[in-house]
Nanobody
């Protein structure tokens, strides 16, 4: 069992930046591919970004490409989501998730992921 805990979400003004963290309880997470998703009330959970277990491959949703960067520090069992140029449309609860599968299509599907965190709220004020 892998436990994931997100942190770093808060209220921020449009145009600002935030860095979210996803800490894992187990060292084995370093062998998992990791994804970030977000969800607003009444909508489905939406893919944001994914990173391979080595960190060498990343995927992004078109809506965040060029603004968000996913990275990981396997020595610390932490995955990051650096979010720049935030917009009100980025307001959501952000979740990290772990998967043993990584390809462009699978990384965008919630069903691909085996473990999920509890989420952290990001609110962007305009």
């Amino acid at each position: 069992q892998v436990h994931l805990v997100e942190s770093g979400g808060r209220l921020v003004q449009a145009g600002g930046s935030l860095r979210l963290s996803c800490a894992a309880s187990e060292r084995t997470v370093r062998t998992y591919n990791m994804g970030w998703f977000r969800q607003v009330p009444g909508k489905e959970r939406e893919f944001v970004a994914a990173i391979s277990w080595t960190g060498s491959t990343t995927y992004y949703a078109d809506s965040v490409k060029g603004r968000f960067t996913v990275s990981r520090d396997n020595a610390k069992n932490v995955v990051y989501l650096q979010m720049n140029s935030l917009m009100s449309e980025d307001t959501a609860v952000y979740y990290c998730a772990a998967s043993t599968v990584l390809d462009r299509t699978s990384s965008m599907q919630t069903g691909t992921y085996n473990y999920w965190g509890q989420g952290t709220q990001v609110t962007v004020s305009s």
